[in-house]
């Protein structure tokens, strides 16, 4: 309740907000310690010798991280495809859902398309960790989980 008022947040936006809510420490895990053993130095340099501060970020600092960006972003997929509860609560009345929400919706008529659906979530997230495993090593062990 809002000033009285009945407030309800359903459909795409509030599944996409809760499954970034879930997925927002795994990212900061990845991306943090990479960030914290950046040179401020090499910024520095960067903006003496003209660049502006978005430039500095894309140029120097994200490129240094990116590896850790990666890990970080298949690791919050990972987590999100997973998700079950909150898609199922906050989906209501969406023709839109994830893929276990799928499964679930399969089983209820027939096995086949709920097999499927199982074997492309298992190498969907198989594949993943695959990228979080190859990208996360890459950051002298801090990128990783």
């Known amino acids: 309740m809002v000033f009285g008022t009945r407030v309800q947040v359903t459909g795409a936006l509030a599944v996409v907000a809760a499954h970034a809510v879930g997925a927002y420490p795994f990212v900061t895990r990845n991306v943090a310690p990479l960030l914290g053993g950046l040179d401020p130095r090499l910024v520095e340099s960067a903006r003496t010798l003209g660049a502006s501060r978005v430039r500095?970020?894309?140029?120097?600092?994200?490129?240094?991280?990116?590896?850790?960006?990666?890990?970080?972003?298949?690791f919050a997929f990972a987590i999100s495809i997973g998700e079950f509860d909150s898609t199922v609560i906050l989906a209501e009345g969406s023709n839109s859902y994830t893929m276990p929400v799928a499964v679930q919706r399969y089983l209820g008529r027939r096995l086949g398309p709920a097999t499927a659906m199982g074997c492309v979530l298992l190498a969907v997230t198989g594949l993943s960790?695959?990228?979080?495993?190859?990208?996360?090593g890459r950051a002298g062990g801090r990128g990783g989980f």
């Open 129 to 136: 960790f695959v990228v979080i495993e190859r990208f996360g």
């Open 56 to 74: 500095a970020l894309l140029d120097i600092e994200l490129p240094l991280v990116a590896a850790g960006v990666v890990a970080g972003a298949a």
